[in-house]
């Protein structure tokens, strides 16, 4: 409960979260890889002195035969709302040439670990634009030998899906992971713990006829999160059921070979309720603001700098630790960040911040990407 309603009043989070976070031009590349190319994506970044920012990712595609595939995913997200870790390994069978059916997995099958599964792959002659559907029995030996004691009741479910498409200038992509939830008793000491987690992302983006050479176009972006987490122990409850959305609407404008400007609205929510000690909460906040900048491309060598500045509305009830705090906060940050590009969609970038109304440092963020 505490951390949670702490991060309420962190006006800087959103901004955090969007400065760190890869370019509409990277995200839209990456996108396209996703069952055609091998990537890597590292991102590290302050959220403060004591917390860190972190993703990881790489995929690998290979094809030993005309119709035997294989996928890889690699995924580890080290956020404020969650911990991810996750290995799936697809092994495709072509049956039609646009239709592969899936036998789906993760490693640590003999432990509270792992996921067996099957899906259904369409994709067309260059496997940039395609549709996934799997489904998983999430951890499907998890009474046998989990190393805690615990035992689930029932089996956890997982649906994860994917899609991208494109027509000239417009492309669109979708993620969705699904699952139900997961129950686990303890007989020593007695408790429950509950679990769940749902996730979707998407992004629609527009590049007009010209300007992708120049990386630049219009979109939305935006991701929505639930989750679920509760604990009862000697009749004691904790939970914190949580939904958080975030969009942001973006233009890129490439005013010549060498320069271009951009603008983004960002928009945030983040709704909680639950039980702390047994003693029921709830909280609220409301994020807008907007950030823009300058890029200027110098061939293998880019700058960037802009300004963001955001405003945020937030009220709890249920925890006195926060009371007679002003329910509206503004926060900002003006940034600089240098990046390096030995070839396309190859890059190392470094940012730096400030926050101009405090007077404080802003953090620091560094990212890696290749798509190869």
């Known amino acids: ?59 690998v595609n290979l094809r030993p035969t005309p119709w035997l595939g294989l996928h890889l995913d690699v995924e580890d997200f080290r956020t404020r709302e969650q911990e991810v870790t996750q290995l799936l390994l697809d092994f495709s069978f072509r049956v039609l040439p646009w239709l592969e059916l899936l036998a789906t997995g993760s490693p640590g099958l003999r432990k509270d670990e792992g996921a067996l599964g099957v899906g259904l792959l369409a994709a067309s002659a260059d496997r940039k634009q395609y549709a996934v559907l799997r489904l998983l029995d999430d951890a499907p030996f998890f009474n046998g ?22 027509r000239g200038g417009l492309s669109a992509w ?32 527009w590049e007009p006829a010209g300007w992708a050479r120049r990386e630049g176009g219009f979109g939305v972006r935006g991701i929505l ?14 939970q914190l059921r949580r939904t958080l959305g975030y969009a942001r609407i ?43 900048g300058t890029t200027v491309d110098l061939g293998m060598f880019r700058l960037d700098a802009g300004y963001a500045a955001m405003r945020s509305h937030r009220e709890i009830q249920g925890d006195p630790a926060w009371s007679g705090l002003s329910p509206v906060g503004y926060g900002d940050k003006v940034y600089l960040s240098a990046q390096w590009r030995p070839r396309k969609n ?27």
């Open 1 to 59: 409960m505490a951390q949670a309603t702490g991060e309420v009043f962190d006006t800087l989070k959103f901004i955090e979260y969007d400065l760190y976070d890869y370019s509409p031009e990277e995200q839209a590349a990456w996108e396209a890889s996703r069952y055609a190319q091998q990537a890597i994506r590292l991102n590290l970044g302050s959220v403060t002195l004591k917390e860190l920012y972190s993703t990881e990712e790489a995929q």
């Open 145 to 166: 030998r989990n190393p805690d004691g615990g035992v689930r009741d029932s089996a956890v479910w997982r649906v994860q899906a994917e899609a991208r498409g494109s």
């Open 174 to 205: 979708l993620r969705a992971d699904l699952g139900t939830k997961s129950e686990v008793r303890f007989a020593a000491p007695a408790q429950l713990e509950a679990n769940q987690r749902n996730d979707a992302a998407f992004h629609l983006r």
């Open 225 to 238: 999160r639930l989750l679920d987490n509760g604990r009862t122990e000697l009749e004691v409850r904790n």
């Open 346 to 372: 190859i890059y190392l970038k470094f940012l730096i911040s400030h926050q101009v109304f405090t007077g404080s440092f802003g953090g620091l963020n560094g990212s890696l990407g290749a798509i190869f």
């Open 250 to 292: 973006y233009a890129t404008v490439p005013l010549s070979d060498v320069f271009r400007v951009y603008s983004i609205l960002l928009l945030a929510s983040d709704q909680g309720r639950g039980f702390g000690a047994g003693l029921p909460f709830t909280f609220s906040r409301w994020d807008i603001g907007l950030r823009g």
